[in-house]
């Protein structure tokens, strides 16, 4: 089994990422809580990622995976996007950033997820990229997920949140599982055979 550095303090991500990777072979593990990073001060998801997982793999010396991720609602003409996590404030709680996502888009407008996942080693630099697209519920619901779930419902799953989706139907559908996806079979080609 294969093991990574996942270059972030968020509990949540930890626990998805390692749910994402498992049926891959690969397990994660955070970084050191004294290994400090970076601000996220990037333009892009990418940029943001990157900054995460290159400040990481330089400390630690070792393969680091990093992503940023986001909302994006159409009637904001793409807010917050890369300032989801500080959409109300650059200390908001999770439930200061939907209260004001709540606000401001209406029942029914268009949104989108948006994954950036980054993976940097001494001598490889990828990205790789999932989304997915739903619409704004009227009311938060749910017990699961977390940020902005409680009133994301996925195009996928018409009628529920990402709130009030088991992990695994998240998993099965979800901006984050499309990168991952993505990133694990690209790794996992590369360990069987030359690099690419």
């Known amino acids: 089994m294969s093991e990574l550095t996942l270059a972030t303090g968020n509990r949540h991500k930890l626990d998805e990422f390692g749910r994402l990777l498992a049926p891959f072979g690969i397990t994660v593990r955070a970084i050191p809580p004294e290994l400090s990073l970076p601000p996220e001060d990037g333009d892009s998801y990418a940029a943001n990622a990157l900054i995460k997982a290159r400040a990481a793999a330089g400390q630690l010396r070792c393969p680091v995976i990093a992503d940023d991720s986001g ?12 300032r989801s996590a500080r959409y109300a404030g650059e200390h908001a709680t999770d439930a200061q950033n939907l209260a004001k996502l709540i ?20 001598t490889v630099e990828r990205m790789f990229i999932g989304e997915c697209s739903g619409q704004m519920a009227a009311a938060a619901r749910g017990e699961g997920g977390f940020g902005y779930d409680p009133v994301f419902v996925p195009d996928a799953d018409r009628g529920r949140t990402m709130a009030e989706l088991t992990g695994s139907q998240k998993d099965a559908i979800s901006h984050r599982a499309a990168a991952v996806t993505q990133f694990a079979r690209w790794y996992l080609a590369r360990a069987d055979g030359p690099s690419r």
Not at 76 to 81: C, D, H, S, Y
Not at 103 to 112: D, I, N
């Open 71 to 82: 909302i994006e609602a159409t009637a904001l003409g793409g807010r917050p996007g890369v």
């Open 103 to 122: 606000a401001e888009v209406p029942p029914g407008g268009r949104l989108r997820y948006v994954c950036a996942l980054a993976f940097v080693d001494d």
